[in-house]
């Protein structure tokens, strides 16, 4: 099992745990949302939760809860630009299909 950032990514999430105080790492999961059903999302986690999976890649700590860990395993978070925003977007293997927009996602076990 694991989550892994690009090194871009890994830079980004570095600067904002090192500016923002009480930050412990990159909270990363999913939510159901969109057409599709699930979506990714990402903040700051400021604490270890009783059922947060840890993983840890060059001092970043990257905290998912149980109920996404299944859904984001093998995950692979990046970030660049996309017109004028910057975002974080991944690569997640568990992904069997994504709406239109990109925005949210289905697994193989959403369709049975």
Known sequence: MAVHLTPVAHSRVQRFVASTPGALGLRFGVTRTGCSGW????DLAREQREDDTVFEQDGVRIYVDADSLALVDGT????GKQGLSETFT????????ECGCGESFTTDADKA
């Not at 979506?39 to 990402?42: D, E, F, K, N, P």
């Not at 692979?76 to 970030?79: A, G, H, K, M, S």
């Open 39 to 42: 979506g990714h999302v990402t």
């Open 90 to 97: 991944f690569r997640n293997p568990n992904a069997a299909a």
């Open 76 to 79: 692979e978070i990046d970030f």
